[in-house]
């Protein structure tokens, strides 16, 4: 489903400020593989997403989405294959309008019908239903403005936004980090039953190592702009956080954040 091969990038090549932030990079994932991406900060886990989503060009490598090649491909036109959450919850939604209103840009947005054909009302009734399995009675505040939400609600939106229409692929770069622990934990299981529900395929960034080995499939691990483990099947099944710590230590020299383990 996504392939990267050889991906490099550095940031102000020729400058002082030269920094190598993807250096060879290769990853497969198959369709429906959840993958989970650790790291230490700098190591280049946003970046490699970035360019996954064509925020960003690679120096030289490509990237292949459901068998096609999007290395030339232009972020906007890559935006309908690939949902995206980051660390901030204001990100990804539009404040000043409503949540059926956010929610039908989404929704009209992966169905290509154009803003023209306007929704129906079988749709509002269907973005009631999938509010519904939020669980955070969203469903019965259709016309409040976005603004004037939690955050964790607000990354749960943005979550039912990048998947309303089923991505290829969904990006999510630390998306509960800057949520308090008992909303982290409620919009992880609300991501991790999208996630399986629907079998999208997915690369998570976290700084949790728990959260890293719980959910999902397989386990990446980057440090200097490489991916430098990969952690699928029995190996990642009967990892420990202590066991991956170790493995961390032996396979890269950078250090641990207590983030990480915590
Ligand atoms: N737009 C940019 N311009 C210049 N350098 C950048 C840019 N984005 C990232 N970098 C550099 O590239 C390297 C990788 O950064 P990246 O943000 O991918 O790390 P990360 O693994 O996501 O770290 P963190 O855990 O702190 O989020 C870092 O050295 C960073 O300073
Ligand atoms: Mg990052």
Request: hydrophobic content about 40%.
């Amino acid at each position: 489903m996504l392939k990267l091969q050889d991906i490099r990038l550095t940031f102000h090549r020729g400058t002082v400020n030269e920094r190598r932030a993807l250096d060879c990079v290769n990853l497969h994932l198959s369709p429906g593989d959840f993958a989970t991406v650790i790291g230490s900060n700098g190591a280049g886990k946003s970046t490699m997403l970035n360019v996954i989503a064509g925020s960003y060009e690679a120096d030289s490598g490509k990237i292949l989405l459901d068998g096609e090649d999007i290395t030339p491909r232009k972020e906007y036109k890559r935006a309908n294959k690939i949902g995206r959450l980051f660390q901030d919850p204001l990100k990804g939604t539009a404040p000043n309008m409503t949540i059926e209103e956010n929610l039908g840009l989404a929704y009209l947005r992966g169905k290509k019908r154009g803003m023209g054909s306007g929704l129906k009302k079988t749709d509002e009734a269907f973005f009631k239903e999938t509010l519904a399995c939020l669980g955070l009675g969203l469903e019965d505040r259709l016309k409040t403005q976005v603004k004037l939400l939690s955050g964790g609600q607000r990354q749960a939106l943005t979550l039912l936004m990048a998947t309303i229409v089923t991505p290829k692929l969904l990006l999510l770069d630390e998306h509960t980090a800057a949520l308090d622990p008992k909303t982290a934990l409620q919009i992880m299981r609300i991501t991790d039953g999208i996630v399986r529900e629907n079998q999208i395929t997915t690369l998570m960034i976290t700084h949790n190592i728990k959260d890293a080995l719980f959910y999902g499939n397989k386990t990446v691990v980057m440090s200097q702009g490489r991916v430098v483990l990969i952690l699928e099947g029995e190996e990642r099944a009967g990892m420990t956080v202590e066991r991956l710590m170790q493995l961390y230590s032996a396979n890269t020299q950078d250090a641990f954040s207590d983030k990480m383990i915590l």
